[in-house]
């Protein structure tokens, strides 16, 4: 057990002993005088707090991940290799990284404050294999001057990785390993567990512990607030709870599994995550944000609670009293309620490995992509023959939680899907909710899209 | 041309431009009279080394290996950190105010008022009092112990509801339009005629380094680092607020080296500037300040909404004959002065044979007031006139580009239309059909931008210093600001020009107010206003360094000429190190001026047309396509054309960029951008990045810029603004595109999927 939090911030060794937890990595950084690092939003929203992280990339290899350094708390990083805008080197010394050269060579700057977030998440990408398209990879920075054409010249100007570039050889060792951490300091305690049971024996002794996981959530939300949590249980070490198994006939994925990882290993197995993924908010907090996260948040517009209502996960929840499995059509008890007990983790989720015969994600937003839902929608239907023999229709941003429209489904069961079955199942998603109207969209916008996106679902995949 | 020879009285000079779109070329001869030591003029026939070339941002690496130290990047040791506390009412007094308990807090160093008991809140945001602390944490902690008690009043906060704000029903103003004798008579002539209600939304800033700064204090002499776009109107600002602690205007210095955006939001100090000076002088230490993003949302300014009322008629021929206009502007809380910033401004080259009214009234409510943002009233007016004129040429049967050209009064738009129509494909675009019931449907608009900044001297004149030191290297400074628009490289860019050296020579600084002054960067005004002086300054160097190189190769000055890094007699020219050697340890050090422009009048107080620049305003347009997906109301926008006029182009790969930037930024505003705020609070609603969407990488249309470059022959350079003019016609463009795409308008912006739908439902219904 780690007793400080001392981190590798551009190849060397960073005492954060002594800084409280709720200290995010971005304050740490500036406060020392990093000031590359640029604060604009707190709340992962706009990239120009980006930095670095070397991961892992199998049991051998590691590879750059970016974050918002602004949703990370100080000690989440300890043991980690982090790298911010000062530290990245040409070939030679003295030399600009070759983003950093093409972001200077293509104009990718006006008023510049945005550019060291943006040089970030193309370092990472730099480095990437496969290297993900451009417009993707910085689909989480924002730029006010709205540079955007030329940065994104820049970006695909970069050629390979040359040979004997020296961020590129730290990738051929392992990561550094997530090790356990203990400590207080300025009147808050932290504590990263290394084991399932320490963690559930501290939940357990302080159930008003703040849990972290990604904290791409409860980040913003302390930013936002600003009030000093006294107790933080991070479940970043634990190996039980990330990781995805394939046991009999269902993926088991825990809890702590980000949406990255979920993507890179069940996006060609799951069609509803690979739907899902590119529309779940940036690849900076897609690196953070885990799936168990997403569902303890329990937030009504929560775009992948209604894809594992439509797939019917089942969730496992542990506690020192035991484990227990609960539906996740009975997860979410009101709005931003679960079913979690004081005293319990959500351990893992599980849901089949064989797809249902036709699976839709479609989310509504007023920007098209990284936005919040006005309303998403997950849809699966399962065939027997030409009718249908199962229909699993789940909705978010309609009601108080994330929910099904089981009477529309109902309905759809042992009838093809043609116009006469459209009609009576939009009949009845319709009225099924009362949504509200608020900033994202107003009560009639959403209670037409109810209806509108079955439209969609038969139009795509009525055989 | 020679090296620092004085400009003989009437000097000829060519301007305008060499054809474009298939149209003849635009050149025109002019008379002009420099003052008398300043550098003479480039023309249309001058030929340029550096200037409009493919130039590097000169401060693109500091920005990106992230050593640009923006203000709030200012860290000294024992600095604070300093909050604002705000009212949590939209509109009443403040009628007690205790701040003892905060300032016994542990590491809370100062706490001070910044209201007086019995005076007004006027908005949710509005200052209270300030904090500084050892740390955000302890300083939050106090903000809560500070106890401030109110006398609330009923609050409104949409403008439209407001006691002034006109009847609108059904998105239609109810009340009638005022009789006008000679307007009436037109509309009832016209062949066609047309009356319809706009309306734009609230739009923030948002600049990504909010407000604020560091304040550092040295007996009465105050620093301060202060994100800013006027540093000269800072200085000004502090001094004059804090002149009862006995501080002057000369005890003062503004820096403002990197500023991370402004958009018209950041001309002064304001409440959080004075706070962190107030602070950092209680506390004798220095103290760091700066917004959160909800603060910058609800307390720095804003675009003001609009609502709009237009209605005009055309004859037979296609012409406008009649055109009244009616707009109201949605302010803040001093929605009730004159000159607020409602203001929503309305083209007038379309209307120039017609009948015109005009009038406008800006409505209070009890929010942040507006704000100068990004071209102040035209994205809003141009949006309403824009459309409009779409809708009105629908009616008559016109195509939206041919109606365009009947009745635009501006040759270089005239021009600019033909050139953007045939490269955006215009005519082919228009043709195509949307299948019928297809579920996504395109559609292609286009808009015209104007703007009129062709500079000013300042009062009094603004100044360029230049130096050149024994070692060759050239400084150019300026204690303006450089706000992203490219001020620096700009600098660097002439500079380099007139002495015909390599840029890389060139130091240029900008944002000590240590250094000459300047103006705010608003309007368009830096380059501009600026140029010429820098050319000014660097001439006087110049002429300097011909007086040694002279007296070295026994020449007469006046024969000395530089260029190609050279300096020196046709006959035995030296290189500029070897020449720069002849200068002792003190650099050779010029201070150029802004003289006026060149345009004189005659004893009547009427422009003489010799010496008038070839146009005094700048001149765009700019073609968007969009999909519309009729199930859900999404729109995207596919494509983007931009042409655009900015005088001389001094840094190519700059000016395309402001103007690539102004067209997103537009798009954003057309799609996207909307303030709520919540009745019963007075409280932004999304005063956030989550909620406040601007647009994203994944937003970004296709996009082509063409920068048409004009000689102007307004000063010794010729440069016009190029902040603000492309900013005028995206959001227009974009909803002709979505009026074109789905045949029914949305006049109401942002244009988003709610309101898509309902218009497609409403067409349905007929």
Not at chain 2, 152 to 161: C, F, I, K, N, P
Not at chain 2, 423 to 434: D, M, T, V, Y
């Amino acid at each position: 057990m780690s007793e400080g939090i001392a981190f590798t911030l551009n190849g060397e060794r960073v005492d954060g002993a002594g800084v409280d937890p709720n200290t995010t990595l971005l304050h740490f950084l500036r406060g020392s005088g990093r000031t590359g690092t640029k604060e604009a939003c707190a709340e992962g929203e706009c990239g120009a707090c980006a930095v670095a992280c070397v991961v892992a990339d199998g049991d051998a290899r590691s590879r750059y991940q970016v974050v918002n350094s602004c949703l990370v708390l100080l000690p989440e990083v300890a043991g980690a290799e982090v790298w911010t805008v000062e530290g990245l080197r040409g070939l030679a010394n003295g030399e600009l990284h070759p983003v950093q050269r093409a972001m200077v060579e293509h104009g990718g700057s006006q008023c510049g404050y945005c550019t060291p977030g943006f040089v970030m998440t193309l370092f990472a990408r730099h480095y990437a294999r496969p290297r993900p398209d451009a417009r993707s990879a910085i689909a989480g920075n924002l730029c006010r001057c709205t540079g955007y054409r030329a940065i994104l010249a820049a970006a695909e100007s970069v050629s390979e990785v040359a040979a004997g570039d020296p961020h590129a050889a730290r990738l051929e060792r392992p990561a550094p390993p997530v090790t356990a951490v203990r400590f207080e300091a300025g009147g808050a305690s932290y504590a990263r567990p290394a084991t399932l049971a320490e963690a559930l024996a501290a939940r357990a002794a302080h159930p008003d512990a703040a849990l972290l996981a990604g904290g791409t959530d409860l980040v913003v939300e302390r930013n936002q607030d600003g009030r000093h949590r006294e107790r933080w249980l991070s479940l970043g070490a634990i190996p039980e709870l990330s990781g995805i198994d394939e046991q009999g006939a269902e993926f088991v994925i825990g809890a702590c599994t980000t949406w990255e990882a979920i993507e890179a290993q069940l996006g060609s197995r799951v069609p509803l995550f690979a739907q899902l993924i590119p529309l779940f908010a940036s690849p900076l907090i897609r690196a953070r944000a885990t799936i168990g996260g997403n569902l303890c948040t329990a937030s009504p517009v929560g775009d992948a609670a209604p894809v594992l209502l439509a797939l019917d996960a089942t969730l496992d929840v542990a506690s020192v009293r035991g484990r227990r499995r609960v539906p996740v059509s009975e997860w979410f008890t009101g709005h931003r309620r679960s079913a979690l007990a004081a005293d319990e983790l959500l351990a893992a989720v599980r849901i089949p490995n064989s797809p249902p015969g036709a699976g839709r994600f479609f989310k509504v937003s007023k920007r098209e992509l990284d936005d919040i839902s006005s309303v998403s929608g997950a849809f699966a239907v399962w065939f027997d023959g030409g009718v249908v023999a199962r229909a699993r229709f789940a909705y978010g941003g309609v009601a108080a939680t994330p929910v099904r429209a089981t009477a529309a489904e109902a309905l759809l069961v042992g009838r093809r899907m043609d116009a006469a079955s459209l009609r009576d199942c939009r009949a009845a998603a319709a009225g099924a909710f009362a949504p509200i109207g608020d900033v994202r969209a107003s009560a009639g916008y959403r209670a037409a899209m109810v209806a509108e996106l079955l439209a969609k679902l038969w139009h795509e995949v009525a055989p | 041309m020679n090296a620092g020879q004085p400009v003989p009285d009437g000097v000829e000079i060519t301007v305008g431009y060499r054809g474009i779109g298939g149209r003849p070329d635009r050149l025109e001869t002019r008379t002009v009279d420099p003052k008398e030591g300043d550098a003479p003029p480039w023309d249309a026939n001058t030929k340029h080394t550096f200037v409009g070339s493919d130039h590097d941002r000169v401060d693109g690496l500091a920005k990106a290996t992230g050593r640009a130290k923006y203000s709030y990047d200012m860290t000294f040791p024992g600095m604070l950190h300093g909050m604002v506390v705000r009212s949590t009412i939209a509109r009443g007094k403040l009628t007690a105010l205790d701040l003892d308990e905060a300032k016994q807090m542990p590491g809370i160093a100062a706490v001070i008022a910044l209201k007086e008991v019995g005076k007004r809140v006027r908005f949710v945001g509005d200052a209270i009092a300030a904090i500084a602390g050892v740390d955000h944490h302890r300083v939050r902690d106090a903000a809560e112990r500070i106890k401030a008690a109110y006398e609330a009043q009923e609050h409104v906060v949409d403008a439209l509801q407001s006691a002034e704000a006109p009847v609108v029903s059904g998105g239609v103003i109810e009340d009638p339009w005022p009789e006008h004798a000679d307007l009436d008579k037109a509309l009832a002539a016209a062949k066609t005629a047309h009356d319809a209600t706009y309306r734009t939304e609230v739009q923030t800033h948002s600049s990504l380094e909010t407000h604020g700064g560091v304040a550092k204090w040295t007996g009465n002499d105050l620093e301060m680092w202060c994100s800013t776009q006027a540093t000269f109107g800072v200085r000004g600002e502090l001094a004059e607020a804090l002149k009862e602690r006995g501080v002057k205007a000369a005890s003062v210095t503004v820096h403002a080296e990197f500023v991370g955006g402004g958009f018209g939001s950041k001309f002064g100090a304001g409440i959080e500037g004075l706070a962190c000076c107030l602070l950092a002088w209680e506390a004798k230490a220095p103290v760091k300040l700066m917004l959160d993003r909800f603060e910058e949302h609800t307390t720095t300014g804003n675009r003001p909404s609009a609502l709009i009322q237009i209605r005009a008629g055309v004859d037979a021929d296609g012409k406008l004959t009649a055109w009244d206009w009616r707009s109201f502007g949605g302010c803040g809380f001093n929605g009730r002065e004159r000159g607020s910033g409602g203001n929503a401004a309305m083209p007038d080259y379309y209307t120039r044979d017609a009948k015109v009214r005009r009038d406008h009234k800006d409505l209070a409510a009890d929010t942040d007031p507006a704000r100068p943002m990004r071209a102040p009233g035209h994205p809003q007016g141009w949006f309403g006139a824009e459309l409009f004129l779409d809708e009105l040429a629908a009616k008559a049967g016109l195509d939206p580009l041919e109606f365009r050209l009947r009745n635009d009064a501006e040759t270089i738009r005239q021009d600019q239309w033909r050139l953007g129509a045939e490269k955006f494909g215009w005519a082919a675009l228009r043709a195509r059909k949307n299948e019928a019931g297809a579920r996504f449907v395109r559609g292609t608009g286009l808009a015209s931008a104007r703007w009129g900044q062709n500079g000013n001297p300042g009062r009094p004149p603004h100044g360029i210093t230049c130096r050149i030191h024994q070692d060759g290297t050239v400084e150019s400074r300026t204690g303006a600001q450089d706000i992203g628009t490219g001020l620096k490289t700009v600098l660097t860019l002439l500079t380099a020009e007139e002495l015909g050296v390599d840029p890389r020579h060139v130091k240029a600084t900008a944002g000590h107010t240590s250094d000459p002054s300047g103006p705010a960067a608003g309007g368009s005004t830096t380059t501009p206003s600026l140029a010429p002086a820098v050319r000014h300054a660097a001439f006087l160097a110049k002429a300097q360094l011909a007086e040694l190189v002279g007296k070295h190769l026994g020449v007469d000055p006046a024969e000395i000429v530089c260029g190609g890094g050279t300096i020196g007699s046709a006959a035995k020219p030296m290189p500029w190190a070897e020449a720069c050697k002849l200068i002792g340890p003190n650099p050779i050090e010029a201070r150029g001026q802004r003289f006026a422009n060149y345009e004189q009048r005659d004893a009547d107080k009427k422009v003489i047309p010799a010496t008038r620049p070839f146009s005094s305003t700048q001149c765009g347009c700019q073609f968007a396509e969009v999909e519309v997906d009729t199930w859900t109301g999404l729109v995207r926008v596919v494509r983007m054309l931009g042409v655009q006029d900015c005088g001389l182009v001094i840094a190519k790969k700059l000016a395309e960029s402001q103007v690539l930037g102004a067209m997103i930024q537009g798009l954003s505003y057309a799609l996207h951008e909307q303030r709520i705020m919540d009745a019963t609070s007075g409280r932004m609603l999304n005063g956030d990045f989550l909620r406040y969407k601007i647009a994203g990488p994944r937003d970004l249309p296709e996009l082509e810029v063409v920068m048409h470059s004009i000689a102007n022959g307004h000063d010794n350079v010729s440069a016009s603004g190029l902040g603000e003019p492309p900013s005028v016609a995206a959001p227009a463009a974009v909803a002709n595109a979505v009026f074109h795409a789905i045949g029914v308008p949305i006049r109401h912006l942002p244009i988003t999927p709610d309101k898509v739908l309902a218009a497609l439902e409403a067409k349905k219904k007929g």
